[in-house]
């Protein structure tokens, strides 16, 4: 149960929430990635240690609930129960069990195809007592890029493209628990009836995309050679057009053929043959060649990475270490990806 102060702090953050997405609705008109980056600046500072199920995610979904609402969207907040094992010092295995909470926004189109456009709202949730001996998530973990970084890039897509007549239904997935292994992903995958599965065209997926030397295009190991040709290959022409560092995967890795990535809420759809393309900054030539180490080891990043790690993965540090990042990631990000989104919904 809440104190009276902790009910006091959630008031707060609401309120603060509400006049920020009624101050950002319709100003399209703003650089292309400024919306991004103020998202993610945003939650970053409002909504630290968003893990599922605690007050901190569920103040995160009502803010991204009201702000698809302030654009004119179909959003609804879905509730769902999980769980994970947390695993102690002497190796004792406890289940933990959580209500997270996704949101679900709707653009409707005129055919029965669809587009998913995905991003996890959770941060990490410590799952041991070496995480937390080791400052691994937790209450003070800001998540900019893991993966405030996301959400944020969705948003402006989702304010740039409302006004956007388009034959496909784009849904907006902003989902939980993808820390505790892409539980938002499954329970939104087991509500899929057969004909939502077949009518939708791509899901991408956003995760992580500011820390990584570069950005990388992933599609699913069982999406067509002709759908990736349309997205996967098509946003790399449209990043070098643009003048904007991107890449695949290589394929030098043990678990991840060339062209595809790892390890987020698109393998979960990938799994049941829908298309897919995930996108994320990171640098698969380096360390094991698995997408894991974001950038090389150095004094600012010890373990080349932030995933998960409330020291480095906040905004003052990120801005000092890497100054410029988040609004080039971002902007980066929503030129190549809007008009791809527009090609394929028409």
């Known amino acids: 149960m809440f104190s009276c102060r902790s009910l006091k702090l959630v008031c707060a953050a609401l309120c603060l929430s509400s006049s920020f997405a009624v101050s950002a609705a319709g100003i399209t008109h703003q650089p292309v990635g400024k919306i991004a980056e103020q998202e993610v600046r945003h939650i970053s500072t409002y909504f630290p240690g968003r893990m599922a199920g605690s007050p901190a995610e569920l103040m995160m979904a009502d803010y991204v609930n009201q702000r698809f609402q302030s654009m004119g969207y179909q959003s609804d907040l879905r509730d769902f129960k999980t769980h994970y094992v947390y695993t102690s010092s002497e190796g004792k295995k406890d289940w933990h069990n959580v209500n997270a909470t996704s949101v679900i926004a709707v653009k409707p189109g005129n055919t029965d195809k669809q587009i998913l456009i995905v991003a996890h709202l959770d941060t990490y949730t410590p799952m041991s007592d070496s995480d937390v001996?080791?400052?691994?998530?937790?209450?003070?973990?800001?998540?900019?890029?893991?993966?405030?970084?996301?959400?944020?890039?969705?948003?402006?897509?989702?304010?740039?493209?409302?006004?956007?007549?388009?034959?496909?239904t784009i849904r907006f997935l902003a989902l939980s628990a993808e820390e505790l292994g892409s539980k938002g992903a499954e329970n939104y995958l087991s509500r899929m009836s057969k004909a939502d599965k077949d009518n939708t065209l791509l899901v991408i997926n956003l995760d992580s995309l500011i820390t990584g030397d570069k950005l990388y295009f992933h599609s699913g190991v069982n999406t067509p050679k002709a759908i990736a040709e349309k997205t996967r290959d098509r946003a790399l022409k449209l990043a070098k057009r643009f003048g904007i560092s991107a890449a695949i995967n290589n394929g030098h890795g043990e678990h991840s053929p060339k062209g595809t990535g790892c390890c987020s809420d698109h393998m979960t759809f990938d799994a049941s043959n829908i298309p897919v393309l995930a996108v994320e900054a990171s640098n698969w030539s380096l360390g094991k060649k698995d997408g894991y180490q974001q950038t090389s080891k150095n004094t600012r990043f010890p373990a080349g990475t932030t995933w998960h790690q409330p020291q480095y993965d906040n905004l003052q540090y990120l801005d000092k270490h890497l100054p410029g990042r988040i609004k080039s990631r971002t902007r980066d990000s929503v030129r190549i990806l809007l008009p791809l989104v527009e090609e394929v919904a028409k």
């Open 133 to 168: 001996n080791h400052n691994l998530g937790g209450l003070t973990l800001q998540g900019v890029d893991d993966n405030a970084s996301g959400v944020g890039v969705m948003l402006e897509l989702a304010e740039r493209l409302r006004s956007v007549k388009t034959k496909a």
